[in-house]
């Protein structure tokens, strides 16, 4: 049948309200059972049955109520256009949240129309057919209020993923990548919590990130014991045993839901908590790098049942896992830290807790003080120090900037206070990637120099090589400004990454450091390789005009390797450890001795000695003479045997059998295996000789 067009005022108001009191005087007979004839009918539908389940007994009786209820709406004379229209609109999200089908809806629809066509049986024909022509039309309007009530639902979570879209683009750092997906997600109806998790100690996950009204109260109460902390197996559990959502997530690296949490037996240990905070399904999102392994979790939950078992719900976790772990992939991970610290550093900052410590910069030749580097340290209430290797991987760009603005303010008063007591020195200071190009980066950095009239020639600026820059002209343009200004620019941690090498050329720095790291390896196992690569980025550097300063510097032996191999500066404990800005000038004064490359005085630099003697052997294979001649000549080796360890006889041995092959040349075997005696010799000399620095 079709249905004539009726205005408003036809369907509601005073033209119908006599006709609809008439009805309800037999509204009881009509709405008497209905809720439980109606959703009998659904019932027989598996995709609806299938909804239906995931409710409580108490949960389905309030359901019946509500529909009772609606049905009743439908018959009031009072009822009102917009009323009506914002009410099954509310109706219809809650549909759309919960899973419910648009096609199920509509289906459910007719047994309205039915029923309301049954009461109208013993009317008088007039008014029966009035009664069906308004009762028709209100069900025509709930049924487009309530679909524009699913269609709001559709694009909230499209907004959802264009948000979470733009925080994978925009986000320069781990934690504001998490921050932003989490964001986007606790902005979703019913999101009650949300987390990012990965694995801790004893295969636990630790929650690292969190959003949303109850999220803290869950972290809460997980870290308190008021539920037990989630493990991931390494093998699947045996003997029929539930295994929870995020294990099963994370073992198999797809997205799993619990869809009625209460009901779940796999969530049954965190059913208190979930019942406390009203969680009704859950959802975890595992995050694989390329090799499918599983790196990071990421949970929902809502106040809504079934939410994620909903017709096009899946997709949208599948675009945001794909999403999130691509993005995720291209940022540093690091170790993992609990939300609770992470949000205990960022209170310290934002209360400005925090000092500068200085560690100078020496000439490796002179021993001369040739800058210091500021290094920024959290203040615990107790006085105690938070080292940067603790608290930075936990920090967002906003927390980056503050620290940045606390670290050139206080740089600032302390070369004013070092100036005024005589003491003439530069201070560098790191500046994060995600500095580079930002505006507020700029403005904090060109307004504390302003403001303390400070000579921005005393400034460099440390720059890590943690991230690629994706905007260069922005970086262009603001690394001209400060080299404009006369601020230096050093390139941090060079050596640790194989983007560093394409920066070093792509960008305008005055100076390198090679990472620590790789120094501090040379302790460990192997020193002559971590020596051969502090040369050949050395004279890397030195080709492009740009100075070198070793980090890492922990023993005398270790200078002078550095030296050794052409560096120009060096940082570590074995020449000063960091200290209050109130103790660099009594250092600065104390008397240092020199390094001499050519006479070393520790087996480590003995060994860069040799290292580059041997690379000069190599380079006169063509010429036996010459090559007779070098050989022949004192080498740094025989030079520290003589001057700092005459009684070594195997070491004395060794060199002799080295020499005596090499007249022969370089290339056959036994000057390999006499090549491998000596450096081995020395390399274990050196290792004896260290001290433990802690």
């Known amino acids: 049948m079709v249905l004539a067009p009726l205005s408003p005022e036809a369907i509601y108001g005073p033209a119908v309200a006599p006709l609809l009191e008439m009805l309800q005087r037999s509204a009881a007979a009509l709405t008497q059972g209905f809720a439980q004839r109606f959703y009998g009918s659904l019932m027989q539908a598996r995709e609806t049955r299938a909804v239906l389940d995931l409710l409580g007994s108490g949960e389905f009786q309030r359901l019946q109520s509500a529909q009772t209820r609606h049905l009743l709406m439908l018959l009031d004379p009072l009822l009102e256009a917009e009323a009506h229209r914002a009410k099954a609109r509310r109706v219809g999200r809650v549909h759309a949240l919960v899973g419910v089908d648009m096609m199920w809806l509509i289906d459910a629809y007719n047994l309205y129309q039915q029923a309301l066509h049954d009461a109208l049986r013993d009317l008088p024909r007039q008014a029966r057919l009035q009664l069906q022509h308004v009762l028709d039309r209100r069900l025509l309007l709930d049924l487009q209020a309530q679909s524009a009530g699913y269609q709001q639902v559709d694009e909230e979570l499209s907004l959802a993923l264009t948000s979470i879209q733009q925080a994978a683009m925009t986000a320069r750092s781990t934690i504001d990548l998490y921050q932003g997906v989490l964001r986007a997600l606790a902005g979703i109806d019913g999101v009650l919590a949300v987390n990012v998790a990965r694995l801790g100690a004893q295969e636990v996950l630790e929650i690292e990130a969190i959003d949303g009204v109850l999220a803290q109260a869950y972290a809460d109460a997980i870290r308190a014991g008021g539920a037990p902390p989630i493990r991931i197996a390494r093998d699947a559990p045996g003997g029929g045993e539930p295994e929870g959502v995020a294990a099963r997530a994370w073992r198999s690296a797809q997205v799993t839901s619990s869809d009625a949490y209460q009901l779940d037996p796999g969530v049954e240990p965190w059913h208190a908590l979930g019942m406390r905070l009203g969680f009704r399904s859950s959802v975890a999102i595992p995050l694989a790098d390329e090799a499918g392994q599983t790196f990071a979790l990421l949970s929902v939950y809502s106040r809504w049942p079934g939410f994620f078992r909903a017709r096009g719900r899946q997709l949208f976790l599948q675009h945001v896992q794909q999403t999130l772990a691509l993005a995720a992939l291209r940022h540093v991970q690091g170790h993992v830290v609990a939300h609770s610290f992470r949000q205990h550093y960022r209170e310290l900052i934002a209360t400005r807790a925090m000092t500068l410590l200085y560690q100078p910069i020496v000439d490796l030749r002179t021993g001369a003080l040739r800058k210091v580097e500021a290094l920024g340290r959290l203040l615990r209430p107790d006085g105690t120090l938070i080292s940067p290797g603790e608290f930075l991987p936990t920090l967002g760009n906003h927390d980056l900037l503050r620290l940045f603005e606390f670290g050139v303010e206080q740089v600032c008063r302390d070369l004013a206070d070092w100036h005024a007591k005589g003491l003439h020195l530069a201070v560098s200071l790191n500046l994060p990637p995600q500095g580079i190009g930002d505006p507020a980066y700029r403005e904090a950095l ?86 051969g690569f502090i040369y050949y980025l050395t004279q890397l550097a030195h080709e492009l005009g740009v100075s070198v300063t070793v980090e890492g510097l922990e023993s005398q032996g270790l200078i002078e390797a550095a030296a050794v191999m052409g560096a120009d500066c060096g940082q570590g404990f074995g020449i000063a450890r960091p200290m209050p800005a109130a103790e660099v000038g009594a250092w600065a004064l104390a008397r240092r001795e020199a390094v001499d490359p050519l006479n070393p005085r520790t087996p480590w630099g003995a060994l860069a000695g040799y290292l580059l003697w041997d690379r000069e052997l190599k380079a006169l294979d063509p010429w036996p003479d010459l090559a007779e001649d070098f050989v022949r000549a004192p080498c740094r080796v025989q030079r520290y045997i003589e001057r700092h360890d005459p009684g070594n006889a195997r070491l004395q041995q060794l060199l002799d059998k080295n020499h005596a092959v090499a007249l022969r040349g370089s290339s056959g075997r036994m000057y390999r295996l006499t090549r491998h005696d000596v450096i081995q010799s020395l390399a274990e000399l050196g290792r004896r000789s260290a001290p433990t620095v802690r």
């Not at 230096?488 to 100076?511: A, C, I, N, T, Y």
Request: aromatic residues 4%; proline residues 2%; hydrophobic residues 35%.
């Open 446 to 531: 060109l307004r504390t120099l302003r403001d303390t009239r400070t000579d921005s020639r005393l400034l460099e600026l440390e720059i890590l090589e943690s991230q690629d820059f994706k905007q260069a002209e922005n970086r262009d343009l603001f690394l001209r400004e400060l080299k404009t200004l006369g601020i230096r620019l050093v390139q941090d941690d060079l050596g640790s990454g194989h983007s560093s090498l394409l920066r070093l050329d792509s960008m305008p720095f005055d100076e390198v450091k090679i990472d620590q790291g790789l120094v501090r390896r040379a302790a460990r196992k192997h020193p002559h390789r971590a020596f």
